[in-house]
């Protein structure tokens, strides 16, 4: 054995204690964070604040249902007025009588720069 090899040896049980003190470290810093969240969560229980959090989640699921209700109802009482159909065939209407006008406006300029030519 070489004295090399006695130093590599040395510096690696230096390296292992200083990554021991490290994970022991960090071990106490699990365990005071863990008591920490423990008392949070102590305090949120003994305060109501779940309670309260999840009768809000509560009340707005009921809101949200709700309006979904509503808006449902008013899409059948248009459906069966014919309100969506009317008005689909007005889109329709208005977009042929659209394209006719572009069709006369497009012949009308051609007839115009023909006549000036």
């Given at each position: 054995?070489?004295?090399?090899?006695t130093?590599v040896?040395i510096?690696?049980?230096s390296r292992?204690?200083?990554?021991?003190?490290?994970?022991?470290k960090k071990v106490?810093?699990?365990?005071?964070?863990?008591?920490?969240?423990?008392?949070?969560?102590?305090?949120?229980?003994?305060?109501?604040t779940?309670?309260?959090?999840?009768?809000?989640?509560?009340?707005?699921?009921?809101?949200?249902r709700?309006?979904?209700?509503?808006?449902?109802?008013?899409?059948?009482?248009?459906?069966?007025?014919?309100?969506?159909?009317?008005?689909?065939?007005?889109?329709?209407?208005?977009?042929?009588?659209?394209?006719?006008?572009?069709?006369?406006?497009?012949?009308a300029?051609?007839?115009?720069n023909?006549e000036?030519?």
């Amino acid at each position: 054995m070489s004295a090399d090899d006695t130093c590599v040896r040395i510096r690696d049980c230096s390296r292992t204690s200083d990554l021991n003190a490290e994970s022991i470290k960090k071990v106490g810093d699990i365990r005071e964070s863990s008591s920490t969240t423990r008392q949070l969560i102590h305090t949120l229980v003994r305060n109501g604040t779940f309670e309260e959090l999840a009768r809000a989640i509560f009340e707005t699921t009921i809101a949200i249902r709700d309006t979904a209700n509503e808006v449902n109802e008013i899409v059948k009482d248009l459906k069966d007025r014919g309100t969506i159909k009317d008005t689909a065939s007005a889109v329709i209407e208005t977009t042929n009588a659209t394209r006719n006008t572009i069709e006369i406006a497009k012949a009308a300029r051609k007839t115009k720069n023909t006549e000036e030519g």
